[in-house]
Structure formats: C-alpha cells, structure tokens
Nanobody
Framework: QVQLVESGGGLVQSGGSLRLSCAASGSTFAINAVAWYRQVPGKERELVAA???????NYADSVKGRFTISRDNAKDTVYLQMNSLKPEDTAVYYC?????????WGQGTQVTVSS
C-alpha cells in the first residue's frame, strides 16, 4: 500500500521560507514521477512543481525562481523549498506520486503566508 506523508507546513510571514517534505512508502519511488500541488477553498487543485525519475523539473509560472523541487531516492522523499513566499501562496499543499497507472496522494499540509 502506497502512503505519502507531507510535513513542514505552517504559518510564515510574507517574504519568508518554508521547506515541505513528503515521505513515501510502499512504492517504487525511485522510478516514479513526483509532484507538489496546492489547493485553496473553492478553486481547483493546481500543479506547483514536478520532478521526474531522472530529476527533470517543471514549475508553475507563479512559483518559478522562488520554489525548488528536489528528491532523495535513498530516503524515498521529495522536497519543496519555498522562498520569497507571498500571501497568494497560502493553500493546502499535496504531494502526488504516479507510477504511470495510478496516482497516489498525501493528506496535505497547510501553508499560510501572512502579509
């Protein structure tokens, strides 16, 4: 059974930084693509950043230059370093892993950026 557990969310002031972690278990993590999404109430979940098995990355335009996604296959963990945070980054952040057939999701972690 695949499990994804996010951590690292919290309350931070505008301009601050947070580092999210997502620990995976029960999957072939090293060969799967992993991504971070975020969602605010009343809006669709949106892709924030993604990283492939060979560490090719992709970012939403709104976070380019501020966020960095990385992975540690030895720890089955994906990270999202978030710098220069803005109030509009406030959302629940979810990590997702795909094996090409199924998508797996974590429970989410709240990030709140105060102005």
């Amino acid at each position: 059974q695949v499990q994804l557990v996010e951590s690292g969310g919290g309350l931070v002031q505008s301009g601050g930084s947070l580092r999210l972690s997502c620990a995976a278990s029960g999957s072939t993590f090293a060969i799967n693509a992993v991504a971070w999404y975020r969602q605010v109430p009343g809006k669709e979940r949106e892709l924030v950043a993604a990283i492939t098995r060979d560490s090719t990355t992709n970012y939403a335009d709104s976070v380019k230059g501020r966020f960095t996604i990385s992975r540690d296959n030895a720890k089955d963990t994906v990270y999202l370093q978030m710098n220069s945070l803005k109030p509009e980054d406030t959302a629940v952040y979810y990590c997702s892993e795909t094996d090409g057939f199924l998508d797996y999701w974590g429970q989410g972690t709240q990030v709140t950026v105060s102005s």
